[in-house]
Structures are given as C-alpha cells and as structure tokens.
C-alpha cells in the first residue's frame, strides 16, 4: 500500500480541512510529521485506519462519533486515498452533528471506492482490510504502528504471537489433520469397494478354461473344412447362373434389333432432310430477320419525322404568345421598386407612432415624479420642526433625573457583591463534597489492599501463571498416555499396529489410574484459572481505586485553592466600596430611588425613539427626493432621445405625409405595408415565371429541331441497310441452288431444333452400334454352353444345407469365445483388485502415520516456530548492527524471546531486562521485517511503513544509529514515514510536514517544500 492522498476534517483538533499530499511527501522515500506534544501529529495515523477499517485505537464504538468530531465543526471528513498493485483505492469517512442537537453525531457513514475507465466505482465492501489481506491487529503492528503498539510484537504471550503469524503468513494452510483424515476415511471406502468387489467374483477353475480352449480348435478345424466346399459349391453355382443370364440377355438383345433395324431407313431420311433445314438456318434466317427489322426501323423513322414536325409548328405558335406576355410582365417588374418604397415608409409611420406613445408616457411619468418630490420636500420641512421640539423635551427630563449615574454605580455594585457571596458558598461546599470522597476513596483502597494478594497482585499472578505453565505440561502428557491407551485398546491379534505397524502385541500399553489423575489434574487447573481471574480482577480494581484516590486528592486540593481564590476575591471587592453617603442606605431606600430614576429613564427612551423615528423618516425622505429627482432627469433624456429619432424619421418620408395617418389605427397601416409587399412580391413572382415559361418552350423548340434532323438521317440509314441485307439474299440463293425465297421461307416455317434432332440421330445410331456388339460378345462367351435346370436346383440345395450348417458351427465358436472372453475379464478383474487392495491398505497405513503426527496443531505450531526463527534471523540482522553486534534475539522452545548478550561472553537473559533504548531498537528490527514479509508477499516492488513511537527514549548516538537505518531502508526502495517531537530528526529528514495548532482554526500542517 502507498499512500497518494489524505483530507482530514472536523475530526478532533482538525477543525478546518488540510490536505496532505503523499506523492509530494514520499518523493525522498524516507520523511516525517513533526510538531509539539498534542498538536495532532497521531490523528493522521487514526484517520487512515479509521478510514480503512472503521476501528480507533483510542476510542471504541460508545460515543466514539461524537468524542472524534471537533467540538467546533458540525461535518467530519475523512477522505484517503492510495495505490496497491496497479490499482487505485479511496475510503472516504463522512459525519454530520444533529443541527437541533450538538450532542447528537450519528455512527459516521464509510465508503470504499476503486478507480475504473476514469471515474470512481463504489466497493462492495468498505472494509480495508479485505483489500490489504490484513486484520486490523496485524494492520496496526507491520504498517502503521500508533502510540503504545510498537512494541507489541516483542512483548506478546508465544500463543498471541503464534496467532499473529497464523493470520500475517496464512499458517493454516499447514492444518493438515482434517484434510488427512479426509483422505483416510475415502481410503476406507475406497478398500471397502474392493473387498466387497472381490466377494462378489466367481471362483474360477483352470481345466474348464483349458477343456474350451480344445473344443474351440476342434470347431475351428471343422470350420476350415466346410468353408472348402462351400467356396467350390457357390463357384459351380455361380459359372450356372452365368450362363443362364447370357442366354436370356440374348434373347432380349435380339428382340430390340429388330425393332431397331426396322427403324434405320426412317432415321436415314430424316437426317437428309435436317440436313437441308440447318442450311437454309445457316445461310438465309438471319438476313430475313435483318430485312425485317430494317424495315419496321424504317417504317417508325418516317413516322417520327412527321410527328415532330407537328409539335415543332404547335410550340412556335406558344412561343409567340408566351413573348406578348413575357414583354406585359417585364413593364410592371421594371417599376417594382415603388412598391417597396411605399412598404418602407409605412413602416416609418408605424414606428413614429410608437415614439410619440413613449413620448406621452414618459411625460406623464415625469409630471408624477415632479409632484412626488413636492411632497417630499413638504414633509422635511414639517420634521425638522418636530425634531426641535422633541430635542427641547429631552433636555427637560434629563435635567430632571439627578445623579442617575450614581444611584446606578451603586445598585451594580451590591448586584456584583450579591454574586461573589454565592460563589463563597458554592466552593465551600464542593470542597466539603471533595473531602467526603477523598475518604470514601481511601476506605475501598485499604479493604481491598487486605484481600489475599492485595499487597503485590502481580507478584502473585506471576505465580499463578507458572503453576498454570506446570499443570499444563501435566496434562499434556497425561493426555499423551490416555491417547496410547486408546489405541492399545483397539489393537486386535494379527492385525498391524497403527503406530509401530508390528503384528504382535504382547504386552499393550496400560495407562493405570491417568484418566483420574487428569481428572483432578483439571480441577486444579480451573481452581487456578479462578485464582487467576480473581487477581487480575483484584488488580484492577487496585489500579482504578489508586487512581480514584490520586483524583479525589488532586480534586479537594484542587477546590480547597478555588475557595481561597473566592474568599481572596470577595475582600479584595469589598475594599472598593467608595461611596460613603450610601453606607447606611439600606435596600429599599436604594430601589424607591432607582424606580423614580426608572420611570424618567422610560420617559426619555420614549422621546429618543420619537426623535430617533423622526429624524429616520427625514432621511429617508431626503433620499427619496434625491432618488426621484435621478429618476425625472433620466426620463428627460429617454424623451429626448426618442424626440430626436422621431424627428429623423418625419425627414425620410418622401411618399406620404405624416399628419395625415398620423390618427391611423396600427392595423391598418400594418395592412397598407403588407399590401405593399405582397404586390411587390407577386411582380416578381410573376416576371421569373414567364421568364422561364419562355425559356422552356425555346428550349423545347431546339430540341424538336435536333429530333426531326435525327429521324431524317435514320430513315436514310435503315434505307441503305435494307439494299445490303437483300443483296446477300440473292446471292445465297444462287449459290446454294434455291429457286427463290418462298422455297426458304417454307422450309424455315418447320421451326426444328437441329440440336435435338441430330441428337435423336446420333442416339439412334449409337444403341444401333452397341446392340450388335453386346450380341455378337454374348455369342463368343457362350461357346457352345448350356444351361440344365434339374442341375442347377439340385446345387442349389446342397448348397443351402451346407451354409446351414456353417451358420450352426459359426454361432458355437462365437458361444465359446464369449464364454472364454468374460472368464479371461474374470481373471485380469480379479488381478487389478488385489493389486488396488494392497497399495489401498499401504496408503492407509501411512496415512494413518501422518494422522498421528498432525494431532493437536503440532505440525502449524512447527511452521509457525520455523517463521518466527526466519522472523528472528532477519530482524538480528539490523538489530546487530544497531547494538554494534553487542545483542542478538532469539527464539526458546516456547516460541518467547530472548537476548543473547556478546558483552558478557553471550549469556542469555531475558527481553525484559534491555534498557528503554535497546527495546526500541529491539522492537523496530522486528517491526521492519514483518515489513519484509509483507512486502514479499504483496510482491510489492517497495512498501510504506510508518512509526509514531520511541524516539524520545533514546540518547543521541543511538537516534543517530536509527536515522542511519531509516536512511538504508530507502536504499531498498522502502517508504518510511516517522511522527516525531525530537529536533535532531527534523533537522536530518528533508521532506517532512510540520503540524500546527491555533486556538481558533484549530491544527494544520505545512510541508517543508513551502515558503
């Protein structure tokens, strides 16, 4: 995950919104938030997992909306973005206070949004721990660690610590025991199959399989011998049947030569007279068809000559009448430009008739406006004389009031007095109410410092815990020993055992009194356990009753100072008392003079707010007056203006005289100017179409000229072919000895396809052709062979028993083999499952094995000590060279750690005994390579990580060691942020962000990039 942008808003002292950009930010790859104690350097960190997984590390879910908005801010944002991979993500936080309630924030609505085809597209879920394959916990202890947590991960139980890396590196893929006992149980069904599959066979015996074995050759021998003589019987059969059928195909064939010799002088003369028809086709039809053509051509060109001709005289009579009145409507279109003149100046008179409307009306405007000012001007001069009079009456009363001021002085006073003597009161008794719970306090913590372990609850839990440790390790070999006694119990003679796989069991395992042993062992387990939860609750009560303590403490001193403060305050007012004439004036004098001084008060408020009313009314007649004065003299100029243009329009009339439709309604002048138009128009409309009928008809004219020259060349041209296609014809007729063209016409009137004719021909001769030879070849295969019928039936019969038989001997040969077959399946069957039976009962039993080693999670609790080892070695790593190779960690057998110490010749101790600064460093070493892991696994090309934690513990040199480490990390294309109040670093880090606080904008931040 890398962050790219953060907004925060409304949430704790953020008040007003900031923006931090990361890209800029992370640019040096290593960079830091720095700031005084409390400036909200931490609430950044909160308000990325806050934005990601709904979770605060300082608040929890009762009250948490109302706690983190700011007490100033009625809407919270937080809106956070990021890249993971190639994608882009964005969780955005919203909130909003009840506007009718400030106590009232509603449970802050959270959105998870990735970025798709240039726009945002809403998630699923809004839980970013889904997207970073991370909890929460494990969130907070490898990629932003908050205050407190850092060194979580060194100081966790082995159980916690073991759950973690189950989570971080998914250890529970190493759960083997469910996944093998699945696979032991389907190896019992699959054994189970066999056997049953196996019962289910026939026995088998060898001599029945070898006695079938002879009988099959036997009847394969029999059948060799049959199939000889059927070959020569189907043989004779066949040479028989052969000569029958040439001798009937004989028969046939002479049959149909005589009818077809008997037809061969007709063909012969129809193929003569085909032969004259496809001549005459050849030589005279296409010129007869030409002739005729031509002559039609000829025939329609004439025609079309005289026809044109017709059309020709008709138009040259319309062109005549159409020039008459082409020359009538070009006289008035020469003079259309009058008409529109008058159009026009109509127009002028409509719009002069309009100026003199808004030059009436802006005069009646300003003859009210002129009198409106009048008044005005009245009603000043009637209010400066109210106002003398009522200045007058307010001289009056004020000279009349007497020491006002003084009687006023006094009553505040007494007023003030009255109030410090109630605060006296208030903090005495909340110092006495402070005193009370200072005892009830100290009570409770004595009764409960006499409870067993009272005294050092820790102490005694520590005992607690290594009691539990002990029965544990009781237990779990009492449980070992009930586990091999079940399994004695199950062992059965002949049978192999499932743990050491031997077949004799003389003496099984006895586990004597250990199940009541494991009872009692148990019973004090738990009896610890409630020991155990009592002391933790003992302490905790302890804890919280001290803290009452010290708070009760620090509250009585704290109201025993208020008190003083009040009491110090009260005679330190008293001494100001300065008017002696009052001393002895008691509370009722003081009000009796107060409420006369009260009812002149009344009176001269009455007569300011008369004066005050009065003078309001001048001004804003005063400004009335100036404003309708504006107003006359802009109407004064609009009135010009509009007189101005209405004078130039009386100076373009030139057709018309204005007074005389001067008193004309709108309409009708409107209707004279679209007469106007409208003959203009229809002037011009009627010129263009004579104008174009003309055009058309001498366009038309030409055109008939151009066809009747055409129909005259045609008719030429058709007479010239026609004198051609003729003279061919006699040609042809003396050429192939024809007496004249009727002689031609009549044989072409026959209309034969020569195709089809000659091809009826050809068929003839060639089934002529092909009868004589088939008879002839027929003859020569007969050769003096004859056909005996008695023969040919007693053959055949012979040959039907013999194939009968055949058929028998075929079927008991096929009986044989499929008997033979299915007991040879029997055999290969049998083989395969006694084969599948022991590699079954093999797989079981080593299946069984790995059962038994995948019991009670000891293989996951094997993997996950192998990582926390890998874990190990690459955090020494870095803590070796932050500790100049002086310390290294390592892991004991119960998965907790400890320092192996190379000053005092690599003694081991415990984790517990390094100083504040060798823990930090211990804890970062750590903290940086389950970053590494995580990384590796994102498969990350470089990772974000950030510390707000452990800077301030250490001492100069060691800060240095540290920065020069987060310095390498950026070597390895790492981004690492800080939060830190240390001065040394802000000085070493190049990009950082400063956070501020203002009283009354609340905290915002500055990057060191800007001025």
């Given amino acids: 995950m890398i962050p790219i942008l953060l907004k925060v808003k409304g949430m704790y002292s953020y008040q007003e919104e900031v923006v931090i950009d990361f890209e800029r930010l992370v640019e040096g790859r290593l960079f830091g938030i720095f700031g005084p104690v409390g400036s909200g350097k931490s609430a950044l960190l909160e308000a990325i997992t806050f934005a990601l997984y709904g979770r605060s590390e300082r608040l929890d879910s009762r009250?948490?909306?109302?706690?983190?908005?700011?007490?100033?801010?009625?809407?919270?944002?937080?809106?956070?973005?990021?890249?993971?991979?190639?994608?882009?993500?964005?969780?955005?936080?919203?909130?909003?206070?009840?506007?009718?309630?400030?106590?009232?924030?509603?449970?802050?609505?959270?959105?998870?949004?990735?970025?798709?085809e240039m726009e945002w597209i809403p998630l699923d879920s809004n839980n970013g721990g889904d997207l970073l394959g991370l909890s929460y916990e494990n969130f907070t202890k490898t990629i932003i660690?908050?205050?407190?947590?850092?060194?979580?991960?060194?100081?966790?139980?082995?159980?916690?610590?073991?759950?973690?890396?189950?989570?971080?590196?998914?250890?529970?893929?190493?759960?083997?025991?469910?996944p093998t006992t699945d696979l032991l149980n389907k190896n019992k069904d699959a054994l189970n199959q066999v056997l049953g599959q196996?019962?289910?066979?026939?026995?088998?015996?060898?001599?029945?399989?070898?006695?079938?074995?002879?009988?099959?050759?036997?009847?394969?021998?029999?059948?060799?011998?049959?199939?000889?003589?059927?070959?020569?019987?189907?043989?004779?059969?066949?040479?028989?049947?052969?000569?029958?059928?040439?001798?009937?195909?004989?028969?046939?064939?002479?049959?149909?030569?005589?009818?077809?010799?008997?037809?061969?002088?007709?063909?012969?003369?129809?193929?003569?007279?085909?032969?004259?028809?496809?001549?005459?086709?050849?030589?005279?039809?296409?010129?007869?068809?030409?002739?005729?053509?031509?002559?039609?051509?000829?025939?329609?060109?004439?025609?079309?000559?005289?026809?044109?001709?017709?059309?020709?005289?008709?138009?040259?009579?319309?062109?005549?009448?159409?020039?008459?009145?082409?020359?009538?409507?070009?006289?008035?279109?020469?003079?259309?430009?009058?008409?529109?003149?008058?159009?026009?100046?109509?127009?002028?008179?409509?719009?002069?008739?309009?100026?003199?409307a808004e030059i009436n009306l802006i005069q009646k405007r300003i003859d009210k406006g002129s009198k409106i000012v009048e008044e005005k001007d009245l009603f000043c001069r009637e209010t400066e004389k109210v106002e003398l009079d009522l200045t007058a009456g307010i001289k009056s009363v004020r000279d009349g009031m007497g020491d006002i001021l003084l009687l006023t002085e006094v009553k505040n006073w007494r007023l003030e007095e009255a109030g410090f003597l109630q605060e006296v009161a208030n903090a005495l008794a909340q110092v006495k109410e402070a005193d009370k719970e200072v005892a009830d306090a100290s009570t409770q913590l004595l009764a409960l410092e006499k409870q067993p372990g009272g005294d050092d609850p820790g102490r005694a839990l520590d005992g607690q815990v290594k009691g539990m440790e002990a029965l544990q390790m009781v237990l779990d070999q009492l449980r070992l020993q009930q586990q091999l006694a079940d399994f004695a119990t199950e062992l059965e003679a002949g049978k192999p055992c499932p743990l050491c796989g031997a077949a004799e069991h003389p003496t099984p395992y006895d586990a004597g009194h250990a199940g009541t042993h494991f009872a009692e062992v148990e019973e004090k387990k738990r009896a610890l356990e409630?020991?155990?939860?009592?002391?933790?609750?003992?302490?905790?009560?302890?804890?919280?009753?001290?803290?009452?303590l010290k708070r009760s403490k620090k509250q009585q001193k704290g109201r025993q100072l208020v008190l003083a403060k009040t009491e110090k305050a009260l005679a330190e007012f008293s001494a100001t008392f300065r008017w002696p004439a009052f001393v002895e004036?008691?509370?009722?004098?003081?009000?009796?003079?107060?409420?006369?001084?009260?009812?002149?008060?009344?009176?001269?408020?009455?007569?300011?707010?008369?004066?005050?009313?009065?003078?309001?009314?001048?001004?804003?007649?005063?400004?009335?007056?100036?404003?309708?004065?504006?107003?006359?003299?802009?109407?004064?100029?609009?009135?010009?203006?509009?007189t101005g243009r209405h004078a130039a329009l009386l100076e373009q009339l030139q057709i018309f005289e204005y007074k005389n439709y001067q008193n004309k309604r709108p309409v009708e002048l409107k209707a004279k100017e679209d007469?106007?138009?409208?003959?203009?128009?229809?002037?011009?409309?009627?010129?263009?179409?004579?104008?174009?009928?003309?055009?058309?008809?001498?366009?038309?004219?030409?055109?008939?000229?151009?066809?009747?020259?055409?129909?005259?060349?045609?008719?030429?041209?058709?007479?010239?072919?026609?004198?051609?296609?003729?003279?061919?014809?006699s040609q042809n007729l003396k050429t192939h000895d024809f007496p004249d063209l009727n002689v031609v016409k009549e044989i072409l009137e026959e209309e034969l396809n020569i195709a089809e004719q000659d091809q009826k021909i050809k068929n003839f001769k060639k089934e002529l052709e092909r009868l004589r030879t088939e008879f002839a070849t027929n003859q020569k295969q007969v050769a003096g062979r004859i056909f005996d019928e008695e023969a040919h039936k007693l053959l055949k019969d012979e040959l039907e028993l013999q194939e009968a038989s055949e058929k028998t001997l075929h079927e008991k040969i096929g009986e044989l083999k499929s008997q033979m077959a299915e007991l040879g399946k029997a055999m290969e069957k049998r083989l395969a499952l006694e084969k599948h039976k022991g590699e079954l009962q093999n797989r079981g039993e080593n299946l069984s094995t790995l059962r038994n080693l995948f019991i009670g999670s000891g293989f996951v609790n094997y993997v996950s000590t192998m990582y926390l080892h890998e874990l190990c070695q690459r955090a020494n790593e870095r803590f070796q060279k932050l500790t100049r190779n002086r310390l290294s960690l390592l892991v004991r057998d119960d998965n907790t750690f400890q320092v192996r110490d190379m000053v005092n010749d690599g003694q081991i101790r415990s984790v517990k005994t390094l100083s504040g600064g060798q823990t930090f460093q211990a804890s970062l070493s750590?903290?940086?390579?389950?970053?590494?892991?995580?990384?590796?696994?994102?498969?990350?090309?470089?990772?974000?990580?950030?510390?707000?934690?452990?800077?301030?513990?250490?001492?100069?040199?060691?800060?240095?060691?540290?920065?020069?480490?987060?310095?390498?990390?950026?070597?390895e294309d790492r981004i690492v942020g800080v939060i830190s109040h240390v001065e040394d670093l802000q000085h070493e880090i190049d990009h950082s962000l400063m956070v501020y606080q203002d009283e009354k904008k609340g905290s915002f931040v500055k990057g060191s990039w800007e001025s």
């Avoid at 937080?78 to 890249?83: E, H, K, V």
């Avoid at 947590?149 to 083997?176: C, G, I, S, V």
């Fill in 63 to 116: 009250g948490r909306s109302y706690n983190m908005m700011n007490l100033r801010s009625n809407v919270l944002l937080i809106d956070f973005t990021f890249a993971l991979g190639e994608e882009k993500y964005r969780f955005e936080v919203t909130g909003r206070r009840n506007s009718k309630n400030f106590d009232d924030v509603r449970t802050f609505k959270r959105t998870g949004y990735v970025w798709k």
């Fill in 145 to 178: 660690i908050p205050q407190g947590k850092f060194q979580d991960f060194l100081h966790l139980n082995p159980a916690a610590r073991t759950q973690m890396l189950k989570e971080l590196f998914e250890l529970e893929r190493f759960d083997l025991l469910r």
């Fill in 585 to 642: 004036v008691d509370a009722a004098a003081l009000d009796a003079k107060m409420a006369a001084v009260g009812a002149a008060e009344t009176r001269l408020r009455t007569l300011e707010t008369q004066l005050t009313t009065a003078r309001e009314a001048q001004r804003k007649a005063v400004l009335d007056m100036a404003r309708f004065a504006e107003k006359i003299t802009t109407l004064k100029e609009e009135q010009a203006t509009f």
């Fill in 675 to 729: 007469f106007f138009r409208a003959h203009y128009e229809e002037v011009t409309s009627a010129y263009n179409r004579e104008d174009q009928l003309l055009v058309q008809r001498k366009d038309k004219f030409q055109t008939l000229k151009t066809k009747i020259q055409l129909a005259q060349q045609d008719a030429t041209r058709f007479q010239e072919d026609l004198f051609q296609v003729r003279d061919s014809l």
């Fill in 926 to 971: 750590l903290a940086l390579a389950l970053a590494d892991n995580i990384q590796h696994r994102s498969e990350s090309h470089h990772n974000f990580f950030f510390l707000d934690e452990g800077f301030g513990t250490l001492d100069r040199e060691s800060l240095q060691i540290v920065f020069d480490t987060l310095k390498q990390l950026r070597r």
């Fill in 198 to 356: 196996l019962k289910e066979l026939p026995d088998l015996d060898p001599e029945v399989f070898q006695q079938q074995e002879k009988e099959l050759a036997e009847k394969e021998v029999e059948k060799a011998r049959l199939s000889g003589l059927l070959d020569k019987l189907r043989k004779d059969k066949t040479e028989m049947e052969e000569v029958k059928g040439l001798l009937a195909n004989m028969a046939e064939i002479r049959d149909t030569l005589d009818l077809l010799e008997e037809s061969e002088a007709y063909f012969k003369q129809k193929e003569l007279l085909l032969n004259r028809y496809a001549k005459v086709d050849r030589y005279f039809r296409e010129d007869l068809r030409r002739e005729k053509e031509l002559e039609l051509a000829k025939t329609k060109a004439v025609g079309d000559e005289l026809d044109f001709k017709q059309q020709e005289e008709k138009i040259a009579a319309e062109i005549l009448v159409a020039e008459e009145k082409f020359k009538e409507t070009k006289f008035s279109y020469e003079r259309r430009e009058e008409w529109i003149h008058k159009a026009e100046e109509m127009k002028r008179i409509q719009d002069m008739q309009e100026l003199d």
């Fill in 530 to 548: 409630a020991e155990g939860l009592r002391l933790r609750r003992l302490g905790l009560e302890l804890e919280q009753a001290q803290k009452l």
